[in-house]
């Protein structure tokens, strides 16, 4: 069992967490997650907490993929990744209709497909590999990263209904789950569990990132 909040807190600046951050982890709590709604894109608060912490666990919770790139979600994870090698995680989702659409004017098109696309794009690019594949809208060709992660960034998949999860079993190191009591999270992680090891992996290695409003974070490894 993994113990992490959510950041940056409300009412507090991003620039006025480093002493929170330094007391988490002396306390013990093994995560710091971010959101991205209307406020600080997920991204920027992991590289700030990178400089901040020692052994802290650093996820999004969760980055859109329809507002970004394949190959810019690439770079931001190999950045990232050299702040603070071994303690990046890729939390990615399709966020909603408002963000995507009315917010941004994207067409929210075909979810499962798109996040299937862009874990297996993410999965080739991280690498440092030359990368051809379509991912959506975007036909990317011959892509490589100049500076590949030297190891493995895990990429988590956010759900909140069974197909992503199931999903996200298959192809993600994980799974992020939202607005839920801490007691359907055995049920939510049955479901991923399951499909991990229909797609012949082993399910005790799947990390389940639960976010409930209760605690204001996330619990993983359920």
């Not at 940056?8 to 997650?33: C, F, N, Q, V």
């Not at 975007?138 to 992660?149: E, I, M, N, T």
């Not at 399951?194 to 409003?213: C, H, Q, S, Y």
Request: hydrophobic share 40%; aromatic share 6%; net charge neutral.
């Amino acid at each position: 069992m993994r113990w992490g909040m959510t950041y940056p807190l409300e009412g507090i600046p991003l620039s006025a967490h480093r002493e929170i951050l330094e007391e988490a982890e002396r306390l013990g709590y093994t995560d710091a997650w971010t959101a991205e709604v209307n406020a600080n894109d997920a991204f920027t608060p992991m590289a700030a907490m990178a400089c901040w912490t020692t052994n802290t666990r650093l996820g999004s919770a969760i980055g859109n993929i329809y507002t970004r790139t394949p190959t810019l979600l690439a770079q931001t994870a190999a950045g990232l990744a050299d702040l603070a090698p071994g303690r990046i995680v890729m939390g990615l989702g399709t966020s909603s209709p408002a963000i995507v659409e009315v917010w941004n004017g994207v067409k929210l098109e075909k979810p499962l497909t798109r996040m299937r696309q862009t874990v297996e794009f993410l999965r080739q690019a991280l690498t440092g590999e030359k990368t051809v594949m379509t991912v959506g809208p975007y036909d990317v060709k011959s892509f490589r990263l100049g500076r590949a992660p030297k190891q493995p960034v895990p990429i988590f998949v956010a759900a909140l209904r069974e197909k992503m999860l199931e999903l996200g079993g298959a192809l993600g190191d994980g799974v992020i789950t939202n607005y839920i009591s801490p007691e359907d999270g055995p049920k939510i992680a049955g479901v991923a569990k399951e499909a991990a090891r229909k797609a012949g992996r082993d399910p005790d290695a799947l990390d389940v990132a639960t976010r409930t409003n209760i605690l204001s974070g996330v619990t993983s490894r359920i």
